[in-house]
């Protein structure tokens, strides 16, 4: 089982690790429904190194990147999960909108994002200059957390007519949204 770290700390074993002469892993992500996607792309990139560190985007960062229904899973359930992956050695937050600040401060020696991401790759430049890899692997087809989302409200009852905010539907938006639903709702309640 791995180990969750605080940034300060896993700077500190990172440097470690450095010395030690392991080659170091780093990947990110929401990983906010656990799939069998996200699990081969991190077996995948552990097996290219030593250490695989996970990082995870904090509740705030999911909500701002995905909307303010998401994450449906708490981050400290999420780095649980991760952390009782077998190929998952660290597991860290960062709240920014990219973790580009933590992967200049950790220098993995390889960098790896999914292929969805092989257009901007935060990181790339940091990890590059200091000699370092950056790789996008190829995901597992037909898995992603959005598209299980949206398949699971569209086998709901009535799933259909159930909309999702995105991360670009204002919060007026929103709650107007969530207003018109309730409404809704009372009013089959009276009939």
Request: net charge negative.
């Amino acid at each position: 089982m791995g180990i969750l770290y605080a940034r300060p700390e896993l700077v500190q074993a990172r440097a470690e690790w450095r010395r030690a002469g392991k080659t170091v892993v780093f990947t990110n992500g929401c990983y906010d429904i656990l799939h069998p996607g996200h699990v081969r792309l991190l077996e995948q990139a552990r097996s290219l190194g030593d250490l695989l560190i996970l990082a995870l985007n904090t509740d705030a960062s999911v909500a701002r990147l995905k909307g303010p229904t998401r994450p449906l899973i708490p981050e400290g359930e999420r780095a649980r999960m991760a952390l009782a992956l077998e190929a998952v050695d660290a597991v860290t937050f960062f709240g920014e909108d990219t973790p580009r600040e933590l992967i200049a401060e950790v220098l993995p020696d390889i960098l790896i994002k999914g292929a969805d991401w092989a257009h901007f790759i935060a990181g790339r430049e940091e990890v590059e200059a200091a000699g370092g890899k950056v790789m996008a692997l190829a995901l597992e087809p037909g898995y992603s957390t959005t598209n299980i989302v949206d398949e699971l409200l569209a086998r709901a009852p009535g799933g259909e007519a159930v909309s999702r905010p995105t991360a670009q539907t204002s919060s007026a938006q929103a709650s107007s949204a969530q207003t018109s639903s309730t409404q809704t709702s009372s009013t089959q309640n009276r009939t």
